[in-house]
């Protein structure tokens, strides 16, 4: 089962079409989870001592861990995030810290590292940018060092399109390639 996380909010998203191409050629049963309709709690103090509370007593069924538990047994991963202020929108780190649970997308050792829990054995990243000053380390650095350090998905790769907002940018032949990447190179 694929998990595809999309945290595309523009009704003609350019990312969530590239990621619609991937996952036609991943051909496989998908759960869509569109984090514009989610409405995340507010981590504030009750939150959090909520969510103590039920990871020190194991209960890990919750309702709160919902997302983390569907994350922790997909077999892969699609999370398709326009590049936005050198990252992604706010929600899908709302959508992070609500997977990111103790007990159930993570443990740690004893000597205080994390180690992953998560099923999934390859997580995509689809991004496209209006520019081409795009930096890696506060979007897809940061979710690819998710991956492989917290969830234990050492297989992450990003697949992008970019440049698109360039006066005179050739939108479709950009777009064009990154779908002809997706065709040559993904099985
Ligand atoms: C709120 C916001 C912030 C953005 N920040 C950047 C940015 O930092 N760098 C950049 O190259 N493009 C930036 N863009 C442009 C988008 O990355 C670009 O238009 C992208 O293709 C949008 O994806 P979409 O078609 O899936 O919505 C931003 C766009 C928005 C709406």
């Given at each position: 089962?694929?998990?595809?996380?999309?945290?595309?909010?523009?009704?003609?998203?350019?990312?969530?079409?590239?990621?619609?191409?991937?996952?036609?050629?991943?051909?496989?049963?998908?759960?869509?989870?569109?984090?514009?309709?989610?409405?995340?709690?507010?981590?504030?103090?009750?939150?959090?001592?909520?969510?103590?509370d039920l990871i020190s007593k194991g209960a890990f069924d919750d309702d709160m861990f919902a997302l983390a538990r569907?994350?922790?047994?997909?077999?892969?991963?699609?999370?398709?995030?326009?590049?936005?202020?050198?990252?992604?929108?706010?929600?899908?780190?709302?959508?992070?810290?609500?997977?990111?649970?103790?007990?159930?997308?993570?443990?740690?050792?004893?000597?205080?590292?994390?180690?992953?829990?998560?099923?999934?054995?390859?997580?995509?990243?689809?991004?496209?940018?209006?520019?081409?000053?795009?930096?890696?380390?506060?979007?897809?650095?940061?979710?690819?060092?998710?991956?492989q350090n917290f969830y234990g998905i050492k297989d992450v790769e990003m697949i992008k399109a970019i440049g698109l907002?360039?006066?005179?940018?050739?939108?479709?032949?950009?777009?064009?390639?990154?779908?002809?990447?997706?065709?040559?190179?993904?099985?």
């Open positions: 089962m694929i998990l595809f996380v999309d945290a595309c909010v523009r009704a003609h998203s350019r990312t969530k079409k590239l990621a619609e191409a991937l996952l036609t050629k991943l051909n496989e049963e998908t759960i869509h989870i569109s984090l514009e309709d989610i409405s995340f709690a507010v981590t504030d103090e009750d939150y959090l001592k909520k969510r103590d569907q994350f922790a047994t997909a077999d892969t991963i699609v999370i398709a995030a326009p590049y936005w202020d050198l990252s992604f929108p706010a929600k899908l780190k709302q959508y992070i810290e609500a997977i990111n649970v103790l007990g159930v997308t993570f443990e740690y050792t004893s000597d205080g590292f994390p180690k992953g829990l998560c099923k999934a054995d390859k997580l995509y990243y689809v991004m496209t940018a209006g520019g081409n000053y795009v930096p890696e380390e506060f979007g897809f650095s940061y979710i690819k060092a998710l991956a907002d360039i006066m005179g940018a050739d939108v479709e032949a950009i777009m064009d390639e990154a779908f002809v990447y997706v065709e040559q190179n993904i099985e």
